[in-house]
């Protein structure tokens, strides 16, 4: 059965949906999107995900048309519509159709997208095992925190990691420091202190990352932002993986080095719980 999706204020037809060849977020990826989890039909800080949205078309001179309250309506109305209660929520904008060419300034008329279908969550051995990285030999391109819609460099690393048989890789910049996974952030544990890329790394500044942080506040565990070499990686306590669809992932081997003996550590156990227990107290 066709799927409902949103396009430019109208609910149609997966069909009715197409965007033109022309369309440059196809031609070039000149647009931006946004991933979200239902959680019983509920949402986790959407407010922040338009935001980031909102912002990173700002620099890129794409004007949206559509607010947050707006856009969750929309949402809720495209889980009613698709009956999902658990699953994905995603939000596409691109700067429409324009002449060929990088600058695109005839493009007048950004086009909106939404969709949203039932994913069951990651499976539960990822969180009770851990996942495997690489480090990837892929750089990740400097994107100052647009959550761009080419993942070139991503897809490119996920495929290296699938090759080499590990579940994700780990993306160092052009600086060769520790970037973020392929669609997460990362965090390493030493000690009883949480570690994290600055963004000066030009990393995407994750929702869940910043919650992870205030979680680690709250519970006043000591967090720094700062570089992070390769090397850190191998001297972790523990390493965890961060994003909205997967949350906090544990990371238990990276290459051929085992990370906590192969087990998921305490600080990332507790972390995985407390963004549980926020997501819950949060969630509309
Ligand atoms: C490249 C990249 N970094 C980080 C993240 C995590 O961001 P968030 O926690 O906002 O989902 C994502 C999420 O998709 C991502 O694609």
Redesign the pocket.
């Known amino acids: 059965m066709s799927m409902t999706i949103y396009r430019d204020g109208k609910f149609v037809s997966e069909e009715e949906a197409a965007v033109s060849p022309f369309d440059r977020g196809f031609l070039y990826g000149d647009g931006l999107f946004e991933?979200l989890r239902c959680y019983d039909g509920k949402m986790f800080r959407l407010d922040r995900h338009i935001e980031r949205l909102r912002s990173g078309l700002e620099r890129l001179g794409i004007p949206l048309s559509v607010n947050e309250a707006e856009f969750a309506g929309v949402l809720r109305e495209l889980m009613k519509h698709n009956n999902v209660a658990n699953g994905v929520a995603r939000i596409i904008v691109t700067r429409g159709v324009g002449e060929f060419g990088l600058l695109g300034k005839q493009a007048q008329q950004p086009v909106v997208l939404a969709a949203c279908w039932s994913q069951p969550p990651p499976a539960p051995e990822r969180y009770e095992k851990g996942i495997q990285c690489i480090v990837s030999h892929e750089r990740l391109s400097p994107k100052h925190d647009l959550?761009s819609l080419n993942y070139m460099g991503?897809i490119l690393a996920r495929r290296e990691a699938d090759a080499a048989g590990a579940d994700d890789a780990i993306l160092l910049n052009h600086h060769g420091h520790v970037a973020?996974?392929?669609?997460?952030?990362i965090f390493l544990v030493l000690g009883r202190e949480l570690i994290t890329p600055s963004l000066e790394a030009e990393?995407?500044v994750?929702?869940?990352?910043a919650a992870v942080i205030e979680l680690a506040h709250a519970e006043k565990l000591p967090v720094v932002e700062r570089i992070v070499h390769q090397n850190d990686l191998f001297h972790a306590d523990e390493v965890f993986l961060?994003?909205?669809?997967a949350e906090v992932v544990p990371v238990t081997r990276i290459g051929s080095h085992w990370v906590h003996l192969g087990r998921p550590g305490p600080m990332t156990r507790e972390m995985m719980r407390a963004f549980q227990a926020l997501v819950r107290r949060e969630a509309k």
């Open positions: 991933t959550k991503q973020e996974g392929t669609t997460s952030n990393i995407l994750g929702i869940t990352r961060t994003s909205s669809v």
